[in-house]
Protein backbone atom coordinates (compact mmCIF):
# COMPACT_ATOMS: atom_id res chain seq x y z
CA UNK A 1 0.00 0.00 0.00
CA UNK A 2 3.03 2.18 1.25
CA UNK A 3 4.37 1.71 -2.55
CA UNK A 4 0.83 2.60 -4.15
CA UNK A 5 0.74 5.81 -2.47
CA UNK A 6 4.36 7.12 -3.34
CA UNK A 7 3.73 6.20 -7.05
CA UNK A 8 0.64 8.33 -7.05
CA UNK A 9 2.37 10.69 -5.18
CA UNK A 10 5.34 10.39 -7.19
CA UNK A 11 2.74 10.93 -10.04
CA UNK A 12 1.34 13.74 -9.16
CA UNK A 13 4.23 16.06 -8.83
CA UNK A 14 5.12 14.74 -12.13
CA UNK A 15 2.34 16.10 -13.85
CA UNK A 16 2.14 19.10 -11.66
CA UNK A 17 5.95 19.78 -12.78
CA UNK A 18 5.27 18.81 -16.75
CA UNK A 19 1.86 20.44 -16.83
CA UNK A 20 2.43 21.13 -21.17
CA UNK A 21 3.14 18.41 -22.01
CA UNK A 22 0.20 16.52 -20.05
CA UNK A 23 -2.30 19.07 -21.31
CA UNK A 24 -0.64 18.82 -25.21
CA UNK A 25 -1.36 14.90 -24.81
CA UNK A 26 -5.18 15.48 -23.41
CA UNK A 27 -5.34 17.71 -25.94
CA UNK A 28 -4.30 15.50 -28.87
CA UNK A 29 -6.39 12.50 -27.22
CA UNK A 30 -9.08 14.85 -27.75
CA UNK A 31 -8.45 15.75 -31.45
CA UNK A 32 -7.94 12.26 -31.77
CA UNK A 33 -11.08 11.27 -30.10
CA UNK A 34 -13.24 14.43 -32.23
CA UNK A 35 -11.67 13.19 -35.68
CA UNK A 36 -12.88 9.66 -35.35
CA UNK A 37 -16.04 11.24 -33.96
CA UNK A 38 -17.04 13.93 -36.38
CA UNK A 39 -15.58 11.54 -39.73
CA UNK A 40 -17.74 8.62 -38.21
CA UNK A 41 -20.66 10.88 -38.79
CA UNK A 42 -20.33 10.93 -42.37
CA UNK A 43 -23.40 12.39 -43.84
CA UNK A 44 -22.28 12.39 -46.93
CA UNK A 45 -24.77 9.43 -48.24
CA UNK A 46 -27.34 10.84 -46.80
CA UNK A 47 -27.30 14.19 -47.95
CA UNK A 48 -26.89 12.50 -51.27
CA UNK A 49 -30.45 10.66 -50.86
CA UNK A 50 -32.01 13.81 -49.66
CA UNK A 51 -30.79 15.93 -52.77
CA UNK A 52 -31.90 13.37 -54.85
CA UNK A 53 -35.38 13.03 -53.06
CA UNK A 54 -35.68 16.40 -53.79
CA UNK A 55 -34.87 16.49 -57.48
CA UNK A 56 -37.43 14.18 -57.63
CA UNK A 57 -40.38 15.65 -55.84
CA UNK A 58 -40.01 19.09 -57.54
CA UNK A 59 -37.16 18.77 -60.80
CA UNK A 60 -39.07 15.24 -62.38
CA UNK A 61 -42.78 16.46 -62.34
CA UNK A 62 -43.72 17.25 -65.50
CA UNK A 63 -46.27 19.73 -66.09
CA UNK A 64 -47.83 21.85 -69.40
CA UNK A 65 -46.12 24.99 -70.23
CA UNK A 66 -47.25 27.89 -72.97
CA UNK A 67 -51.15 26.53 -72.99
CA UNK A 68 -50.00 23.67 -75.34
CA UNK A 69 -50.68 19.45 -74.58
CA UNK A 70 -46.66 19.04 -74.43
CA UNK A 71 -45.28 18.07 -70.74
CA UNK A 72 -42.23 18.82 -70.03
CA UNK A 73 -40.03 18.84 -66.25
CA UNK A 74 -37.61 21.45 -64.87
CA UNK A 75 -34.42 20.38 -67.01
CA UNK A 76 -36.70 21.35 -70.00
CA UNK A 77 -37.24 25.10 -68.91
CA UNK A 78 -35.64 27.65 -71.02
CA UNK A 79 -37.86 31.03 -70.53
CA UNK A 80 -38.74 33.11 -67.82
CA UNK A 81 -42.38 32.13 -68.80
CA UNK A 82 -41.48 27.95 -68.22
CA UNK A 83 -39.97 28.80 -65.36
CA UNK A 84 -43.11 30.74 -63.99
CA UNK A 85 -45.19 27.78 -65.16
CA UNK A 86 -43.11 25.20 -63.36
CA UNK A 87 -43.10 27.50 -60.17
CA UNK A 88 -46.78 27.98 -60.02
CA UNK A 89 -47.17 24.12 -60.85
CA UNK A 90 -45.43 21.40 -59.51
CA UNK A 91 -43.36 23.39 -56.98
CA UNK A 92 -46.19 25.19 -55.45
CA UNK A 93 -47.86 21.85 -55.63
CA UNK A 94 -45.42 19.88 -54.01
CA UNK A 95 -44.37 22.10 -51.18
CA UNK A 96 -47.48 23.45 -50.10
CA UNK A 97 -49.45 19.87 -50.80
CA UNK A 98 -51.56 18.42 -48.54
CA UNK A 99 -50.41 14.91 -48.83
CA UNK A 100 -49.28 14.67 -45.42
CA UNK A 101 -52.08 16.56 -43.38
CA UNK A 102 -50.75 15.33 -39.94
CA UNK A 103 -47.45 17.01 -40.55
CA UNK A 104 -47.31 20.61 -41.26
CA UNK A 105 -44.76 22.13 -42.86
CA UNK A 106 -43.24 19.03 -44.15
CA UNK A 107 -43.32 18.05 -47.71
CA UNK A 108 -41.82 14.07 -48.76
CA UNK A 109 -41.51 13.64 -45.35
CA UNK A 110 -37.71 14.30 -45.91
CA UNK A 111 -38.04 18.29 -46.35
CA UNK A 112 -39.20 20.26 -43.51
CA UNK A 113 -39.97 24.16 -44.49
CA UNK A 114 -38.67 26.50 -41.84
CA UNK A 115 -39.42 29.95 -42.84
CA UNK A 116 -40.10 31.29 -46.05
CA UNK A 117 -38.88 30.04 -49.37
CA UNK A 118 -36.28 31.95 -50.83
CA UNK A 119 -34.97 31.44 -54.72
CA UNK A 120 -31.87 32.56 -55.86
CA UNK A 121 -29.64 32.33 -58.58
CA UNK A 122 -25.82 31.91 -59.11
CA UNK A 123 -24.35 34.03 -61.98
CA UNK A 124 -21.06 33.78 -63.78
CA UNK A 125 -18.98 35.74 -65.64
CA UNK A 126 -20.09 35.75 -69.54
CA UNK A 127 -16.99 33.80 -70.57
CA UNK A 128 -16.24 30.93 -67.82
CA UNK A 129 -18.21 28.30 -69.32
CA UNK A 130 -19.02 26.98 -73.08
CA UNK A 131 -22.42 26.52 -73.79
CA UNK A 132 -23.42 25.12 -77.62
Known amino acids: KEWAEAKSKAF??????????????????????FTIVALGANPGEDL????????????EQEFFFNASQVRRDYSDVDTIADYWNWLTGPFVATVLSDSFPDQYGFFYRYFRILGRIRLRQVRVTPDSCIVP
Open 12 to 33: VRWTDSHKEIVDFILYFVFLCL
Open 48 to 59: IEHNEALRRAVG
